[in-house]
Every structure is written in C-alpha cells, then in structure tokens.
C-alpha cells in the first residue's frame, strides 16, 4: 500500500468514526439536555392552605408525576385531579398536524428518533412512549394531538395552557386557533417567544397570554405591558429573580402584570411566590386537593 492509498484509509476511517460520535452526541444530546430526562421522584403534596383566592393550579405537561408526560393519560389524571389548568408544548407536523410533545425530536420520550416538524404524523404513530411516571400501565401510548387534549381539557373544565414552542409556525397559529375555537375550551398561550405572543394577540385578542423568562427584566416587564393581557412566566428555582428583596417581583407585581412560575414542586416555595402575589402555579405534583 503507498504512502497516498494510506493516507486515504487513516482519512475514510477518521471520517467513519467522527460520524459515528457526532451521532452518539447528537443522541446522548437529545437525551440528556433537558433537566427531566431521568425521573424525578416527586413527592406529591397538597397546597390548598398556601393557597389565596386567585391562586390557580396548572399541572406541568399534564400531571406527569404521576403519568408520562405530555401524554393523554397525564391530561386526564390533570383532570381528576382538578387543576385549574392543564400545561402543554405544541408543534406542528410536515403535513400540518398540531401534536403535543416537549422536545423538538421524540427521542427522550419514545422507542423512536425523529423530528416532529420533519415527520408526518403518520410516522411518529410507528413509535411508542417508553419514558414517564407508571409508563408500565399505559402500554402502546402514542404522541397525541392538539384536538385530543383540548378534549380532556373540555371533558374536566380546565384551561388549555399551551406553549407556543419557539419562533415556529408562526403562519399557522390560525390552524391552532380554529382547533380551540370549536371547543368551549378557553386558552392561556405562553412562550418564551414575545412574537408568538404578538400574533396570536392579532388572531385572538381577548386571550390571556405569558411570556415566558428565566430571570425577570425590566424588557421583560415593558415587553408584557406592549403587548396587552401579557403576564410574566419566571423560573421558581433561579435566584435571580429573588435579589434585592425580590425587586424584578415586585416590579411586576406594581405594573399589574399577573405573574405566574415554573415549575413549583415545593410546598414551601410555593408558598413563597404566592405571598409574593404571583397567582398562577405550574407545578408537577403539587395539588389543590
């Protein structure tokens, strides 16, 4: 072999292998990037003493201490449980289908790898839930549809909190509406996205909406005011939002935004928020009653 043909084999081989631990990444990535890819083991509780007159319970991805999340089954067990709304992430696929899934890829949630935005809904019927709480008692358990879970939310009254995933879709949002819309169901849009917000602020102007942050800002503030029926949505756990005696708080609290947090699972903080006078709670197991 010379010294060129060599050269070839050792580049052909590094090649193969650099693919294969991009893909390995990529994989580990999706699996591992969000926070709640290994069970938690919630610790289910009853707040309803912490609770003020507008306090409003909303189960994170449907009660997913107890069911898969961001499944049917985590809607209904919602529902049971009587929260006031049920939490949901929602994307659109190929061939205009509005499913319900957290991540833009199926691959932490199911027995599949696949994108949503890039599949049919066909396609990812082939796959199955495989991750969640008590995910033994709902075999063959598919990725559902925006219709399905606005029925549960119509079957047990809640409100449908919907995150508007991204900067995506935003020329179909009229789908989304039309799907609500021949409900009775009422609508809470929330994301991170203020755009999102805006155009859905255009198709339906008396729904209740949240812009979603980390940390609070004063952009975050002016940016909710602008919009109109704009909350703000905070992380419970970040310490930001606490300093200096809990200002960006109480800053909202004074500009008459509603205020409401993610993802409460203590007793204790939520307690704290509320007195606060943050008046929206989503949690993944704290209950009502």
Not at 154 to 178: H, P, Q, R, T
């Amino acid at each position: 072999m010379n010294r060129k043909t060599v050269i070839k084999t050792v580049i052909a081989v590094c090649t193969v292998l650099s693919a294969a631990a991009i893909g390995v990444g990529i994989g580990y990535g999706l699996k591992s990037y969000n926070k709640y890819y290994k069970l938690v083991d919630y610790k289910t509780a009853k707040v309803s003493e912490y609770m003020k007159d507008d306090t409003k319970l909303i189960a994170h991805r449907g009660f997913r201490a107890v069911a898969p999340e961001n499944s049917l089954p985590a809607f209904e067990e919602a529902g049971k449980a009587e929260f006031w709304g049920a939490e949901c992430d929602v994307y659109r696929t190929a061939d205009g289908v509005w499913v319900i899934h957290h991540d833009p890829n199926i691959l932490r949630m199911t027995n599949g790898n696949r994108n949503i935005e890039k599949s049919d809904y066909s396609e990812l019927l082939k796959y199955d839930f495989n991750n969640g709480h008590n995910i033994e008692k709902y075999p063959n358990l598919k990725i559902c549809k925006v219709e399905d879970y606005l029925a549960v939310c119509e079957k047990y009254s809640m409100k449908a909190v919907i995150e508007l995933k991204g900067k995506n879709n935003l020329e179909y949002f009229d789908e989304l509406i039309k799907l609500i819309d021949s409900t009775s169901v009422e609508p809470v849009f929330i994301s991170f996205n203020a755009d999102s917000l805006r155009k859905i602020k255009e198709l339906k102007p008396e729904a209740k909406l949240f812009l979603v942050v980390d940390d609070i800002r004063d952009e975050h503030i002016q940016t909710a005011l602008e919009i109109g029926n704009c909350g703000i949505d905070f992380d419970v756990d970040l310490d930001k939002n606490y300093k200096n005696d809990c200002e960006m708080i109480k800053k909202c609290v004074t500009a008459g935004l509603d205020l409401g947090v993610w993802a409460c699972d203590y007793p204790e903080k939520m307690k704290r928020v509320v007195d606060l006078g943050v008046n929206f709670i989503t949690t993944d197991c704290l209950t009502a009653y």
